[in-house]
């Protein structure tokens, strides 16, 4: 069977530490969508593992498989195997050879639109990796995929057509002077080298057949969703989203398994207590801002409001895993999540850093929003239109600081009457069964209520 792990709200809700949860029952572990822009942290035995690229389940000795979705930089990639390797693990990873590769020139490129965009205040706020860019090329029929790679001369001609145009895109729209990532030479030299490495270490696979074959065989398959369902492309607050699927249809289109693999399954959404969000763009129950990216916030504010959110930021350790940034921080937002089930048809829950929130006096929830004198429930289509909103929260009473190892290998009933009430609120509203309660960054710190491999 397949268990599809999805962010339900911006991203950053801990699916890393989840997929190594439930990944034990795994055989494989596969990304769908996204490239080294996500940042799983993984932490096994008091190691920190930080991934951007490598499944979360190679921690494990999982199959890894980089699924068709995914944009993949070999430099990443092999970095991070190597650091692995150093570190005494053998990451079995396959790379899909319909992927599409991020090249130097898409991580320039992202950084001069979004310098471009931010003179009129546009800038998404990217990871820079160039992620936008590579998609913008697979969707032009421009791109080289991971199968040009370790063909040569379809490398060197594939090059020998895009990087004038790139290099004319950054000279002669955006007036930039630009470097040897515009160079074809060196570019083929060193991406043959990456497609070389691709064949000895035969890490290429067609991913649909592969999946295929396994599922078959009777293995069991985890989709690892990266990012998060409000910063889908399509289903996501545009412009101001990744430029991928993170939703749980990605799983099928990014792998070459039919939908109904994926909804045959388990669709668990991955839920952060509380909210954080990188970059720009509206959120409703926002506390305090961030300068730069907060919309419309330009100066460092003060109040109860700005001391919350570096309460949650500095206890939750809200700071980018990729970028080192400081993330935006708010409450939970419901119709954010209501947005988020129909979407992707969450089957369970898994709600994470309920200990984070312990020790506050009251813990407050969006529950609905207000926007024209309407009461909302969902996000509405228009970014523009979900800045306009306004929530409606509801308030609880706050939840002592326990023995959270203690309550993880207690179990359920161990956890803090007020958040039980709470997690018990966001269940019903949802109308989705919590699987597991996450209580500390440790795989142990977990509550499990339902494992959806069994
Ligand atoms: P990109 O994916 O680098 O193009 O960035 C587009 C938007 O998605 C920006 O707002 C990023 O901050 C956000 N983003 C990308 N990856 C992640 C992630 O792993 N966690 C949270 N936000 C992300």
Redesign the pocket.
Known sequence: MTVTIVGSQ???EGKGGIVDLWGDAADVVVRYQ?GD???HTVVEGGTEYKLSLVPSGAVRGKVGVLGNGCVVNPATLFEEIDDLRERGLDPDVRVARRAHVIFPYHRVL?GIEEEAKSESDQE??????G??PTYEDKVGRRGVRVGDLVDPERLREKLEYVVPQKRALAEDVFGVDIGEEFDVASLYEEYRRYGERLREERMTVDAGPFLADRLDAGDEVMFEG???TL?DVDHGNYP????SNPTAGGAATGTGLGPGVVGGGEVVGIVKAYLTR????PMPTELGGVVGDTPGYDEQGEGDDEELATYVREEGGEY???TGRPRRVGWLDLPMLRHSTRVNGFTGLAVNHVDVLAGLDEVQVGHSYDLDGEELFTVPATTERWGDCEPNFRTFDGWEDVDWSAVAETGYDAIPENAREYLGYVSDQLDVPIYAVGVGPNREESVVLEDPFE
């Not at 998404?124 to 990796?129: A, I, L, S």
């Not at 101001?240 to 430029?243: E, L």
């Not at 990188?278 to 763009?281: C, D, L, R, T």
């Open positions: 911006l991203g950053d996204g822009n996500a940042g992202d998404v706020g990217t990871t820079g990796r992620i936008g990266a990012q998060g910063i101001y989203v990744t430029s990188v970059g720009s763009g980018g895993t990729v």
